[in-house]
Structure formats: C-alpha cells, structure tokens
C-alpha cells in the first residue's frame, strides 16, 4: 500500500532546518503546499518532469527523489506520515458479513505453525480489506488500471 504524507508547512530556503538539504531536492520542496495530501508514487507521475536535475531523467529516478525528499521532510518537520484507512484490519475482521466468510475458509493446511500468518483464510481476508479500501478509494496502486 502507498504511504500518505501531509505537508505541515511550506518549505523555506532560507529557514535553517537543522539538517543539510542536498541541491537535487529544493526542486521537490517547492512543489509542496501546505495542507496537502500526496502519496509518493502520484507525486512522481504528476511532477515527473519537474524533480530531476535533467528533463530527461526516468520515472525511478523521479520516484527516489520524492521518497527520499520526503524522509528529509519528516526530520525537518514540513511533512508527517497519515493513516488513511477507514478501518484497521482487526476491525474490517471483526464486521458480522466478514466473520462470516472468514468462518467458512479454510485455515492453513499446516499442523504446527502457530502464526495464522500465512494461512489461506488471511490471505483471503488481507486482500479482501484491500478491495474494501480500494472501492472506497483509499487504497491508490499509482496508476489507472482501467487503461
């Protein structure tokens, strides 16, 4: 799942933040307002051409500069990280039409494994709560996938 970030405030080249700021990443601090939501991989798709050194710098290059640019912005104090889900997965489990379906699933087909992690009954139920947030638009895979 994407990583949401809000911007707490504007980036100011002159503001000492306490951390050096290597040159590759004013581009990205100026392109942030204050108040905004963005997630790391749309950030890259829709300023693509804007972050690199070069015009012609590739899409992961751009994506590097968002991320990175965005764990200097947690030192410095101008993003922090948000939690958009509606719901936590143990909550999304607990719902009477979930535990229902999780009760007819079968568990894992492994006798003496005491982490339920990787039974077919949490996997199910993991992308379950996936397609829950992605139809209630909360869950972004970075790109229309309907094209």
Not at 10 to 21: A, L, M
Request: hydrophobic share 30%; proline share 3%.
């Amino acid at each position: 799942m994407n990583s949401h970030y809000q911007v707490l405030e504007r980036f100011d080249p002159d503001k000492n933040y306490e951390i050096r700021i290597p040159p590759r990443y004013l581009k990205f601090f100026s392109l942030l307002k204050e108040g905004d939501v963005i997630s790391p991989i749309e950030f890259a798709h829709t300023n693509h051409g804007n972050l690199g050194t070069r015009e012609t710098s590739s899409f992961d290059t751009s994506l590097w500069i968002v991320k990175t640019g965005l764990s200097h912005g947690l030192q410095m104090g101008l993003v922090k990280k948000v939690e958009l889900h509606p719901m936590s997965f143990k909550d999304f489990c607990k719902l009477e039409t979930v535990e229902y379906f999780a009760n007819q699933l079968r568990g894992s087909k492994f006798k003496n494994i005491k982490s339920k992690q990787y039974s077919t009954q949490s996997q199910y139920l993991y992308r379950l709560w996936e397609f829950n947030n992605w139809i209630i638009g909360y869950y972004s895979c970075g790109k229309n996938s309907f094209e």
